[in-house]
Structure formats: C-alpha cells, structure tokens
C-alpha cells in the first residue's frame, strides 16, 4: 500500500514552523537506537485518515491523518485529555463500546477501512490486540487467561491449547517465571508479571498489531524496564502503538513520536509526527519543543 504521508503542518493550523537551527536541550536520553529508515519509505500497517472521533456532540479528534509503520514502534504523546486513548481505541474499535460515540474519516488496516460495512468487528479485534494501563487479567488461572481468547475462536484441542499457551508466555518472557503454576489464579501474580500476562494472552490470538495504553504507568521501575525490553523483542514481529505520558519512555522505546494537542474547538488534533530522535532534538513545530523541553504543561 502506498499512502502519501499526511501533510501534518496544515492538519494544525497554529502550529508554526520553529525556526531553531540546532537541537533543542532536553533532559531526555534517547535510547540506542539502530539507523532508521524514514517513515514514508517503511511499509504502513495502520493508517488513520481524516478520522474525527465523537463522544454524543464532543468531538474528541479532529481530522488525524496518521501512518503507522510495520514492526516499529510509535509512541503517541501530549497533555491529558488531548485524545491519545481515543486515538488508540479507534484503531481496534474499542470505541463502538461507548454509547454514543461515532466516528468520520477512516482507520485503514492493511490498506482496508476497519470501518467497512463488510468488516468483522470480532476479526479486527483479533488482529488488532490491546494492553491496558492496569493489568486486567481475567479471574482464572494463567492457562486459562491465555487459552481465552484462542478458545473463543474455536480452538479446543489440548495440545493445540498447550503450545499457544507455551510459545505465548515464552514470547511475553514470562514462561520462566509461570511454567510450573498455569494452574493458579492469574491474580495472585505481581504487577509485573499480570502485565506480561496480559501481553501473552493478547499474543495468543496471533494479532498483527498491538496497541498498548499507558502499559506500565502502574508498575514499578523494574517492571517498567521488562516491558520495555519485551516491546524491543516484539516489534520483530508486530506493529506496536503506545500512549505514555512518560517522555523518557517515548524517547527510549519508540521509534516514532506523533504529538497531539487540544486545539481551540477542545479537539485533539496531530501537531506533528516524525522520528523519535527528531521529534525530542529537533521538531518542526513550536509547540512540539515546547512540550518536550517541559515549557507546556
Ligand atoms: N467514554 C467517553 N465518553 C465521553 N467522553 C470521553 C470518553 N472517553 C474520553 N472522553 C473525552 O475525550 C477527550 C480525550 O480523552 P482521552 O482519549 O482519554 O485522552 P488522553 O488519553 O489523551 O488523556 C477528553 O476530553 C475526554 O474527557
Ligand atoms: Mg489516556
């Protein structure tokens, strides 16, 4: 699929061009990163396309064009309340569960609008998986939880269900630590390990995408750490979406950075998306710098 990148300056009409011509000085460090390829020339996943999102008569997000580029990670960030859940619940169509809600514009999967008439809501959600800020395991055992989902598509087999459960935990590097107590109660675990519970079980259903909102705000640092390095491993094999309101965390592990703000009507709108490293030593707009030097609450 060949997308034209979003024209993201004129999405945002008070964002001005800066005119600084060295590196902006934040205390954020960037982490390693490997020599990255522009986004227009990488493969796009997901795409959002002049998608305005409504809560009744509130519209949440206006007109975001956005491209999300295959096995990368892209983090999106911006103040409370400018739309990053929202943005991220519409790409798996989370939202149709608030009553009331509607969208305009489209959210593209592969090419195709999850939006479509023809779709099935149950198939992009298998596609698309979710992790939230607050490990949700289910109240059953860890087998169970993972088995979840996989059961639901039909799955019934043991040795089936034994494999997925395995190669889903190993993935989450979790199995280690749960192998031998798949058959206790998934919320006798620790923050850390619910959470990397709860990526296996997202994993198990074999989706291409994962979105991830906030995954470790309620962890503590060491965990916070063991997700990150699992998002490193995973995005070998799929798209990954984060909202953190961490900016450490969004320089560390991303490898895109879209920034959102509230514009004048209370939308949230992209001000601009680029390169992790570019967005935190060298945006093109004012308020981006003026987020990430910590000037804008
Ligand atoms: N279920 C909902 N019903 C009504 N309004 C909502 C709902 N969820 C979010 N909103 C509103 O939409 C806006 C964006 O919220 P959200 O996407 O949660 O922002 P963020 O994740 O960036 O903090 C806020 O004004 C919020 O109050
Ligand atoms: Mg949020």
């Known amino acids: 699929m060949n997308l034209s990148k979003p024209d993201i300056l004129t999405l945002s009409p008070s964002s001005s061009p800066s005119k600084r011509n060295k590196p902006i000085q934040t205390s954020i460090s960037l982490g390693e990163k490997a020599a990255q390829l522009p986004l227009d020339a990488l493969p796009v996943k997901m795409a959002a396309v002049d998608l305005s999102v409504y809560y009744g008569k509130f519209r949440a997000l206006n007109k975001i064009s956005i491209n999300i580029p295959e096995n990368r990670?892209?983090?999106?960030?911006?103040?409370?309340?400018?739309?990053?859940?929202?943005?991220?619940?519409?790409?798996?169509?989370?939202?149709?569960?608030v009553k009331g809600s509607h969208i305009t514009g489209q959210v593209l999967l592969n090419g195709k609008n999850i939006y479509g008439l023809d779709v099935d809501v149950v198939d992009i959600r298998q596609r698309v998986g979710m992790v939230f800020q607050r490990p949700n395991p289910f109240p059953m055992n860890i087998y169970d939880n993972v088995a979840y989902g996989p059961r639901l598509y039909g799955i019934r087999n043991k040795n089936v269900?034994?494999?997925?459960?395995?190669?889903?935990?190993?993935?989450?590097?979790?199995?280690?630590?749960?192998?031998?107590?798949?058959?206790?109660?998934?919320?006798?675990?620790?923050?850390?390990?619910q959470q990397r519970l709860c990526i296996a079980r997202a994993l198990a259903v074999e989706p291409a995408v994962i979105l991830m909102d906030e995954p470790a705000s309620a962890l503590d640092p060491i965990a916070t750490l063991m997700i990150e390095d699992l998002m490193e491993e995973?995005?070998?094999?799929?798209?990954?979406?984060?909202?953190?309101?961490?900016?450490?965390?969004?320089?560390?592990?991303?490898?895109?950075?879209?920034?959102?703000?509230?514009?004048?009507?209370?939308?949230?709108?992209?001000?601009?998306?680029?390169?992790?490293?570019?967005?935190?030593?060298?945006?093109?707009?004012?308020?981006?710098?003026?987020?990430?030097?910590?000037?804008?609450?």
């Not at 309340?81 to 939202?95: A, D, E, H, Q, Y």
């Not at 992790?276 to 308020?287: E, R």
């Open 234 to 297: 995973l995005k070998e094999n799929y798209t990954i979406v984060i909202v953190t309101h961490n900016m450490q965390q969004a320089a560390r592990v991303s490898d895109f950075t879209a920034f959102l703000m509230i514009d004048e009507d209370r939308s949230g709108t992209l001000v601009e998306m680029d390169a992790t490293d570019q967005i935190f030593t060298n945006p093109k707009c004012q308020q981006t710098e003026d987020y990430v030097t910590g000037r804008f609450g």
């Open 73 to 97: 990670i892209t983090a999106l960030i911006g103040p409370s309340g400018c739309g990053k859940s929202t943005l991220l619940r519409s790409f798996n169509r989370m939202n149709d569960l």
């Open 161 to 193: 269900l034994d494999e997925i459960v395995e190669q889903s935990l190993r993935q989450a590097a979790v199995w280690k630590d749960l192998k031998d107590k798949l058959e206790q109660s998934a919320l006798a675990l620790s923050g850390g390990q």
